[in-house]
């Protein structure tokens, strides 16, 4: 899943990456469910690691346009995961008293400790993107966040945390289909926020926004991943590879029982 990270100095377009590109597996939906099956596994056996170690943090943020996916993919890669340790941070329009403070200030309420793992629904990114669309702060703000973002991540990345980003990549027509799947089927409906389609119209804007962002802040240690997302197995399948690799680096290991366990007799 290599040719999804986007190689910190390069600058991408967006325009070349294919939302339907299935290139990095060979086979089909079938195999793809199986092989998630076994992805989804090993990443449960590899979080009670990490919180058995209770030394790495790992950060996980999913980034997409309206119907992109990002609760289908919570909901697919994690489900293997124990709640205890795994947490999901939802970022929505801020609160008076978030707008108040720096963009970073709710963020770092909800990075990961030692031995967690955090899911971004949203993220920091919003001030670089919705932000920079609907000109909610003069560009000079928006500006500098970049480097503001760059330079808070890698102190998290300084301080023990692996960060992943993910850009889940749908085309135009696919959103359309979504936004209708929202309209038609009633367990769906709920979903349906008329908004989403004044943000629609905006589209060209929010992929600009998203390069800018994604061309900005892609670095060794907090590296972006352009997830072709209009097929959701496809999606999952890339997503779940990219974390489980990460995790599989980290070298995990149980901690060492502080005293001679083979000594102790249970009476
Ligand atoms: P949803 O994810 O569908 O629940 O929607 C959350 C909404 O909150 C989206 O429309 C986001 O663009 C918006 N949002 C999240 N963060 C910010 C932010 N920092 N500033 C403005 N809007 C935001
Ligand atoms: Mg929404």
């Known amino acids: 899943m290599d040719k999804y990270r ?11 990456y294919d939302p339907e590109d299935k290139t990095q597996f060979s086979g089909g939906k079938k195999e793809a469910k199986a092989r998630l099956a076994e992805l989804i596994q090993r990443l449960g056996e590899l979080q009670e690691v990490l919180y058995a170690e209770h030394k790495h943090k790992i950060l996980v943020v999913l980034q997409a346009l309206d119907t992109g996916g990002k609760d289908g993919t919570i909901r697919a890669v994690f489900n293997g995961t124990n709640p205890q340790g795994v947490h999901v941070a939802s970022f929505k329009v801020p609160t008076p008293e978030e707008l108040d403070h ?14 967690e793992l955090v899911i971004f629904n949203r993220s920091h990114y919003e001030d670089v993107l919705v932000v920079r669309v609907h000109n909610l702060v003069p560009e000079d703000v928006w500006r500098k966040r970049y480097a503001q973002i760059r330079d ?3 102190m998290l990345a300084e301080e023990g945390t692996t960060i992943l980003k993910f850009y889940l990549n749908i085309s135009m027509d696919e959103q359309k289909k979504r936004l209708q799947e929202r309209l038609d089927d009633p367990k769906k409906r709920w979903k349906f926020n008329p908004g989403d389609l004044k943000e629609r119209a905006l589209w060209d804007d929010y992929v600009s926004a998203y390069q800018d962002a994604i061309n900005e802040t892609s670095t060794k240690w907090a590296p ?10 496809y999606r999952n399948l890339a997503v779940a590879s990219v974390i489980v690799q990460a995790l599989e680096d980290l ?11 083979d000594k102790i007799v249970i009476q």
Do not use: C
């Open 251 to 261: 070298n995990l290991q149980f901690p060492e029982p502080a005293e001679a366990l």
């Open 102 to 115: 720096d963009f970073l200030w709710r963020v770092h309420a909800q990075v990961p400790g030692k031995g």
């Open 224 to 233: 972006w991943y352009v997830i072709p997302a209009n097929s959701n197995w």
């Open 152 to 154: 808070f991540e890698r």
């Open 6 to 16: 986007v190689k910190p100095g390069t600058k991408i377009k967006l325009s070349d």
